[in-house]
């Protein structure tokens, strides 16, 4: 089984922490060349120095907002003129803060819309043309297990998820002659710094400590632990690879089986 992504350039998008981070260095270490991209460019060129080079891999890194699609658009363009060209999209940016969907008001809905569906669909539509070239397309989406069961509180983060999710299977379907996969992970409760924040927001919420919300949401788990970013990573990491080349369209928890659906 082929596993390998020596010879494949993945663009890694909110990669300088978490979940983005730990996907850049699972693909790095299947010898994937990663360009990271975010806004921090401290940050980026830090993380670029780090990432694995056993297959003698030239990584680098692109600096762009993901609140502005069109600074993002200008700078993975500019990239591309530049004579990149990618195999692997890995769209994943942080949520939008927590609440009520109904307390929301029309500009939240409208910034994380644009913040994840919009920027998703603007890459797509720059890197396909590379895809059809190279003859080997991977688009994986990191979005969350609320596009299968709503998680209270999220209320604009539940909506554009779901939003992403029915986005990403039309495309699925559109881009699968030309040997092109589009799929989504969907994380649970994972070990990072967004979800301590959301975990801090909810304790002061209901004047609890976070880590009283902390151990309710372990409860919930019947693996009994929070997940950990190179965990989801994987999972990302086998959608890149060859031997995923037959599946497209699908959501693919990793939660430790906290979903109570199929």
Not at 50 to 65: M, T, V
């Amino acid at each position: 089984m082929d596993w390998s992504l020596k010879g494949k350039r993945a663009l890694v998008c909110g990669s300088t922490q978490g979940i983005g981070r730990a996907t850049a260095v699972a693909l790095a270490e299947m010898g994937a060349e990663v360009t990271l991209l975010a806004r921090n460019a401290e940050r980026l060129e830090s993380v670029c120095a780090e990432l694995p080079r056993e297959h003698d891999q030239n990584h680098d890194w692109i600096a762009a907002d993901f609140s502005e699609p069109a600074s993002v658009s200008a700078a993975v363009s500019g990239a591309i003129a530049s004579n990149n060209r990618w195999q692997i999209l890995v769209n994943n940016t942080g949520g939008p803060p927590g609440g009520k969907a109904i307390d929301a008001s029309g500009d939240k809905f409208l910034d994380a819309f644009k913040a994840h569906l919009i920027n998703n669909q603007k890459l797509v539509q720059l890197l396909v043309p590379g895809f059809r070239a190279s003859k080997y397309g991977r688009v994986i989406n990191i979005i969350s297990t609320s596009v299968k069961a709503p998680i209270p509180g999220l209320g604009v983060s539940n909506t554009i998820r779901g939003a992403v999710a029915s986005w990403a299977k039309t495309i699925a379907t559109e881009l699968a002659p030309d040997n092109i996969t589009v799929n989504n992970v969907l994380p649970g409760f994972t070990d990072t710094a967004r979800l301590s924040q959301l975990f801090k927001a909810k304790a002061e919420k209901l004047g609890k400590t976070p880590e009283q919300v902390l151990e309710s949401a372990i409860a919930s788990i019947p693996a009994g632990r929070l997940g950990k970013a190179e965990e989801v990573a994987a999972a990302v990491a086998f959608l890149a690879s060859p031997a995923a080349a037959y599946i497209t369209g699908v959501n693919i928890p990793v939660d430790g089986g906290r979903l109570p659906t199929l």
